[in-house]
């Protein structure tokens, strides 16, 4: 049976032939479907226990999805540059997925002038006059609202932090929105030294950029090195074109099948063009080997014997290697992650369908153009040249010092072993960049003149009428954003007792001493007033039932994020009133992300198991031998875990959510 399907391209040419162009035509149409997805959203898994509270919260305080405007210039107190500035803002506001834009026309001023407390916007419009203009300078950087939250230190720099409602699903958002913000941002180029976008949007398309590149760039790097090994150890240079074919057939079918089924190009999935001229060109390289031997032993060349040949030889295993490999990688469709669930779907159907490529191919390309001479030795003759003395080396190894390299192997195995258990997940982007890279220089411009572009929610929760009106539960939102403060790891955090503090203290004759919660009762309510509920709307509830810190930082790795939040979580679980609770939300740690690392590791290996198991059951059942499966799974799946982790710790890389999901695809 396993003969007649493989041999299927040689006995019907002419329906082999139909099928590969009918096979062709209908990827192409999935192929102009095909769309593109590097956004956060694809690491989120919608089934986590922290999705919930993190969509309740950006339902109830706003999206946390900000792009940052940033604008550096020494003249930028200047009445032209204020204008184009404030005409930049009246613009962004137009945005149909604009939720929010916060400038320094937007921000409330609140300052003790000669005993009397002017509380109104920092400016509405952009002043005329040089000595408004100082005034306006001088209480933006006095404001600890404004300052490392709108303003540089210095007054040098701005920011304005435009918060979008992201469409959920929508792979063309970010583009979109990158290119429209871009479009507003060029022609301010030459009436600033620094105009540039940060957040999300840019960086997705960051990514997706630099994707394109490396699929465009690797894609015939490998195809080159492959066929430049074909050529190297099987001798002939129309052989390498075999493999070649295939794969552009697997790769064209496999892209074609994503867009029909609406599996966009992510991270993960754009390496599959390089998965299948690697791992599925392992078929066609031993099919083309059996073949060259077979020719190798007649004395005069016959395609047809060769091909039966092959087929007797590699049958088997063909079939075999193809299923381990297809459902290894269908074993990542367990994860919840959407990223790593698409890839599962993406490259298991590319590993099948090179099976098909390899069947309806490779016997009809050989029976009707294959090789008539072959430079190998017979199969059962010692090899001679490079592959030859590789082989004579190894031998030689092997039996003068077995012993010597089992020892070795174990001691390696178990070190390495050991260290694969102080792997570090992360789900850090900017990591996907070189330092020199622009996106990260913005970045940390960005973070050493304002504040970081991270940001995340700290929520609390009082279990009483208008809590955050009363002293007690604001001084306990005022002591937690202290405790924030001391751990240093944070730019800015601002919530409704800075609001609060800022007011008492000019009410006081601005005494850095008073700037705290008050009181009474009395004094929060009257405080209050002075505020539009537009402007503490991100802060706390209508129900002054819940408050909000927006946390600003530059901690772009979630696993030194997650060391801090540790350390916080701690002490809020210590020292708040039993009535209090808190949560922590955001897109970049391990109870609202993928990167849990107790349950994220349990379900990788998890995985690996269900792979080695299905591999132990089908060897047992074609061989009907136990100790097969003992060979064929434990030292290469064993070693491929311990090494591959193990290596991964020894270098400074971290591992990414997605490289969990590479191990299962190797062959055997």
């Not at 006095?142 to 540089?152: D, E, G, M, Q, T």
């Not at 030294?193 to 997705?204: A, M, S």
């Not at 080159?224 to 099987?234: K, P, Q, R, T, Y």
Request: with cysteine; net charge negative; charged share 20%.
């Amino acid at each position: 049976m396993i003969q007649n399907i493989i041999t299927f391209g040689y006995r019907n040419k002419t329906l082999s032939v139909i099928l590969l162009v009918i096979f062709c035509f209908a990827a192409v149409g999935g192929l102009l479907k095909i769309q593109i997805d590097t956004s956060y959203e694809s690491l989120i898994s919608q089934e986590d226990e922290g999705w919930p509270d993190y969509k309740e919260t950006v339902e109830e305080f706003g999206s946390d999805n900000t792009t940052i405007i940033y604008v550096r210039d020494k003249g930028l107190w200047s009445p032209e540059r204020l204008r184009l500035l404030e005409d930049l803002v009246i613009k962004i506001e137009e945005f149909e997925v604009v939720e929010k834009v916060d400038s320094l026309f937007s921000i409330t001023n609140i300052r003790d002038k000669e005993g009397i407390l002017e509380s109104g916007p920092l400016m509405d419009i952009a002043p005329e006059y040089p000595e408004e203009i100082d005034v306006i300078k001088k209480d933006a950087i006095y404001s600890p609202l404004v300052r490392r939250n709108l303003l540089a230190a210095d007054g040098t720099s701005t920011a304005i932090n435009v918060t979008v409602l992201q469409k959920l699903n929508d792979p063309k958002f970010n583009l979109e929105f990158y290119n429209k913000l871009q479009a507003l941002l060029d022609p301010l180029k030459k009436d600033f030294e620094e105009v540039f976008q940060i957040g999300p949007p840019r960086l997705n398309v960051a990514i997706e950029k630099g994707m394109f590149a490396d699929m465009t760039f690797l894609t015939p790097i490998n195809l080159a090195v492959l066929m430049g090994a074909i050529v190297l150890f099987l001798r002939t240079f129309w052989a390498a074109a075999i493999p070649a074919v295939t794969s552009g057939l697997s790769i064209l079918w496999t892209f074609g099948f994503m867009g029909y089924v609406g599996i966009p190009v992510t991270l993960l999935t754009a390496i599959v063009p390089s998965l299948v001229i690697v791992i599925g060109s392992t078929e066609d390289t031993h099919m083309l080997s059996s073949y060259l031997h077979s020719i190798a032993e007649q004395k005069t060349p016959d395609r047809k014997k060769a091909i039966m040949y092959m087929v007797r030889h590699v049958g088997l295993p063909l079939f075999i290697t193809s299923a381990t490999t297809t459902f290894g990688f269908y074993t990542n469709s367990m994860s919840s992650i959407p990223l790593i669930r698409d890839f599962a779907y993406a490259s298991s159907f590319a590993m099948f369908i090179n099976l098909v490529a390899t069947i309806l191919s490779v016997p009809l390309l050989l029976s009707m153009a294959g090789p008539q001479t072959s430079h190998l030795k017979p199969e059962n003759e010692i090899p001679t040249g490079l592959m030859g003395s590789i082989v004579e080396t190894l031998e030689s190894i092997g039996n003068k010092y077995g012993k010597w390299v089992i020892i070795i192997t174990i001691g390696l195995a178990a070190f390495l072993g050991y260290q694969s258990t102080n792997v570090r997940v992360s789900n850090d982007p900017l990591s996907y960049f070189k330092s020199n890279n622009q996106l990260v220089i913005d970045s940390d411009t960005l973070a050493d003149n304002i504040s970081g572009m991270q940001i995340f929610y700290l929520t609390l929760e009082a279990d009483a009428p208008d809590a955050f009106r009363i002293p007690k539960y604001l001084k306990e939102l005022e002591r937690v954003g202290q405790v924030m403060h001391s751990q240093n790891a944070y730019d800015k955090t601002i919530s409704l007792s800075d609001y609060i503090a800022l007011v008492n203290r000019e009410m006081h004759e601005a005494n850095p001493e008073n700037f705290k919660v008050p009181d009474t009762r009395n004094e929060i309510d009257e405080f209050l007033l002075l505020f539009q509920r537009s402007e503490l709307e991100r802060y706390v509830s209508p129900d002054y039932r819940k408050a909000n810190i927006v946390v600003r930082h530059r901690l772009s790795d979630s696993e030194d994020l997650n060391r801090y939040l540790k350390e916080l979580r701690k002490e809020l679980t210590r020292t708040l009133p039993d009535e209090m609770s808190f949560k922590i939300n955001g897109k970049k740690f391990d109870d609202q992300s993928c990167c849990r690392i107790s349950v994220f590791r349990a379900s990788r290996f998890s995985h690996h198991a269900n792979y080695c198991n299905f591999f132990n059951n089908e060897l047992f059942i074609h061989f009907t031998d136990g100790r097969a499966d003992i060979i064929g799974t434990k030292p290469d799946s064993c070693g491929f875990l311990l090494w591959g982790y193990g290596f991964v710790w020894y270098t400074p890389q971290p591992r990414y959510c997605h490289r969990s999901c590479y191990c299962r695809g190797h062959r055997h």
